[in-house]
């Protein structure tokens, strides 16, 4: 006679979720026969194994897992237990301006998102020394960020980054976007005399500040 019979170190998650196994069948198995069903993909026996569950769908998926197990003589008895894998969930958002002069705006557009429900945002510089803006939002509308710049005469070098959260608490990460912004540009000049005579010459001395300016 055989009992079959398993435990798995979880059974429910986020996806993809990966799930150990460990056999504790009672009874002599046939391991030649004997196999692990996980729905989409049977596995010849193993005592202990592992499996990845994948769900692309927008609602929770339950795979009922069994284990078949035969005796040498013929016997057999399934164990099942059902995994349930979360919702897919993809953060992703553009922008529709990655460089520019100060002042300085670009649409940020998170909706090419799929399943996040709630958008945690970061605005920062590489030393998080000017600027280090963190705020949630809750939905996938289309907002504006404004900046002017704050390093004359250098350009100011910002990352946008952003994670998203499902309503089971499963994190997506998007990849990050590298915004540059150029400082204002001020033309500005100074000269010799302001009262002059016919034909007397006038100096004049460009004090323009700006990021590689052109005369």
């Given amino acids: 006679n055989v ?7 979880t059974n429910m998650g986020c996806n993809p979720l990966v799930v150990n196994f460990t056999d504790t069948t009672r009874g002599f198995i046939d391991t030649a026969n004997a196999y692990w069903d996980f729905v989409t993909y049977q596995q010849s026996y193993t005592p ?13 998926k339950v795979f009922d897992v069994r284990l078949i197990g035969i005796s040498l003589y013929g016997c057999s008895d399934t164990a099942h237990l ?8 993809n953060a992703n958002f553009a922008l ?46 289309i907002f504006t960020f404004n900046h002017n710049d704050a390093t004359q005469p250098n350009p100011d070098t910002l990352f946008v980054s952003m994670y998203g959260l499902n309503a089971y608490g499963c994190p997506d990460t998007a990849l990050t ?24 010459e006038v100096g004049f001395i460009n004090n323009s500040i700006g990021y590689r300016l052109l005369h």
Wanted: proline letters at 5%.
């Fill in 3 to 9: 009992r079959a019979g398993f435990i798995a170190d």
């Fill in 48 to 60: 202990n194994t592992s499996y990845t569950f994948v769900n692309n769908t927008s609602n929770d």
């Fill in 82 to 89: 059902p995994v349930t894998v979360h919702p897919y969930i």
């Fill in 96 to 141: 529709d301006n990655l460089a520019g002069c100060s002042p300085f705006a670009t649409n940020i557009n998170p909706g090419g998102s799929v399943g996040v429900n709630t958008y945690h945002w970061n605005i920062f510089d590489g030393n998080r020394s000017y600027l280090d803006s963190v705020f949630v939002r809750n939905n996938k509308n």
């Fill in 177 to 200: 976007k590298r915004i540059i912004v150029y400082p204002e540009v001020h033309s500005v000049f100074i000269k010799s005399d302001d009262n002059i005579c016919d034909s007397v």
